[in-house]
């Protein structure tokens, strides 16, 4: 998958870009990411790419000529790279919808995708309405800029990506990806101070761990995010390991 970052700080990518799981990634080419700074598009000779908001009031705004001449730089790059005509260009912004699963499998379909990070105020509104085709937040906070958020967006979607993670198939079975919580897992010792391994995970009966880490998904989902069940459908399975937990703790632990 193709990758066209617009920033005005490439460098800071090279964390994600080179480090673990996504930094083997790009350097075995099962991604590919490619920069393009709008101050290589500024016309002056100062390099100016930002300047003072129009009415007035704090900070500066980034300008759009610059900015729609590295977007236009990236859309010819994709053509080339991973012979995408029209890749979707995002902008990550507080103001843009929340970033979930649900986006990020739907986003992971593409073969190019263009992802601005702003900076300052935010950028010049007419760019937003000329290039942008989703505007997406990854929560309701606000940054110095959009560079973690498109470093989260890659990461996020990197790991969908086939050959991304080897042969895993942990990409498929974990947290949120059925819209519940991840199960709790373990590994050596079998204890720890006074706390032991839930013995059915050292049974080997897999009827039953596949049982077990679905009750205990449900529970952790019913007691951390019982946002994330309500207007659920939930199979006659689910429903009877619910039952269980509540004939356990009455309240389920609420
Ligand atoms: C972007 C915050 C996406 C949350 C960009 C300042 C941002 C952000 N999600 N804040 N620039």
């Given at each position: ?57 704090p ?9 729609l001449?590295?977007?236009?730089a ?6 080339k ?26 986003l ?23 290039v ?123």
């Amino acid at each position: 998958m193709w990758f066209g970052i617009v920033t005005l700080f490439p460098e800071m990518f090279s964390v994600a870009t080179e480090v673990g799981v996504l930094g083997r990634a790009v350097g075995n080419g099962v991604l590919d990411v490619e920069f393009f700074n709008p101050r290589d598009h500024a016309t002056d000779k100062h390099r100016t790419v930002d300047d003072r908001p129009y009415g007035g009031g704090p900070g500066m705004v980034m300008m759009v000529e610059p900015l729609l001449a590295a977007v236009a730089a990236a859309k010819i790059a994709a053509a080339k790279a991973a012979m995408s005509t029209s890749p979707r260009v995002i902008y990550l912004s507080a103001q843009g919808r929340r970033l979930n699963q649900d986006i990020v499998q739907e986003l992971v379909l593409s073969d190019a995708l263009i992802l601005i990070a702003g900076r300052y105020e935010g950028i010049d509104e007419r760019a937003i309405e000329l290039v942008v085709d989703e505007e997406l937040s990854i929560g309701d906070y606000v940054l110095t800029g959009g560079e973690l958020p498109a470093m989260v967006l890659l990461d996020a979607l990197a790991r969908h990506v086939p050959g991304t993670l080897g042969n895993r198939a942990s990409a498929l079975d974990e947290s949120h990806l059925d819209g519940l919580l991840d199960y709790p897992h373990y590994t050596r010792p079998e204890n720890a101070g006074d706390r032991n391994v839930p013995r059915v995970l050292l049974s080997g009966d897999h009827g039953a761990i596949k049982r077990w880490r679905r009750k205990a998904a449900l529970t952790k989902t019913w007691r951390q995010r019982p946002d994330l069940l309500t207007g659920r459908k939930v199979s006659d399975e689910d429903v009877e390991l619910l039952r269980e937990l509540f004939d356990d703790e009455p309240t389920g632990g609420h």
